[in-house]
């Protein structure tokens, strides 16, 4: 079994971090190793119905029930479980609505708009590789 010889930077130290201004587009730096930062921000988009989640908000603020029947195959527990970690880290904001006390919509914040070119590039390259693939 062969290993990868990129190391990845878990460490908090000012080295590491510096490396991490040298980064290519791939977010590997001038050394070939990959940045911590880039590495939490792939696990924290990528992370399984975030990537959805943040796609329908895009399109605008969206009730808790808008945002389930835009990603059917995601529970009621694990969207409710997202947008609450979407939220901890500043990409999401919980507004209530003036309407009912009760009801609240979900929108992004400049952290999460921020993220629409790099979603529409992971889009275009899945439509261009994985739209024949059967998953």
Request: proline letters at 4%; hydrophobic letters at 40%; charged letters at 25%.
């Amino acid at each position: 079994m062969m290993h990868s010889t990129t190391a990845i930077h878990t460490t908090d130290s000012v080295a590491a971090t510096d490396r991490c201004t040298a980064q290519s587009a791939t977010g590997a730096g001038s050394d070939g190793c990959v940045c911590r930062v880039y590495q939490q921000a792939v696990e924290l988009v990528g992370r399984r119905w975030n990537g959805a989640i943040i796609t329908v908000l895009l399109e605008g603020p969206r009730r808790f029930s808008e945002i389930a029947i835009a990603v059917p195959d995601l529970s009621d527990r694990l969207l409710s479980q997202r947008l609450k970690e979407l939220e901890d880290c500043g990409m999401v904001e919980r507004v209530p609505c003036s309407e009912r006390a009760s009801s609240v919509r979900y929108s992004l914040l400049p952290m999460g708009r921020e993220l629409a070119p790099a979603l529409e590039a992971l889009e275009s390259w899945a439509n261009r590789w994985l739209a024949d693939r059967t998953v």
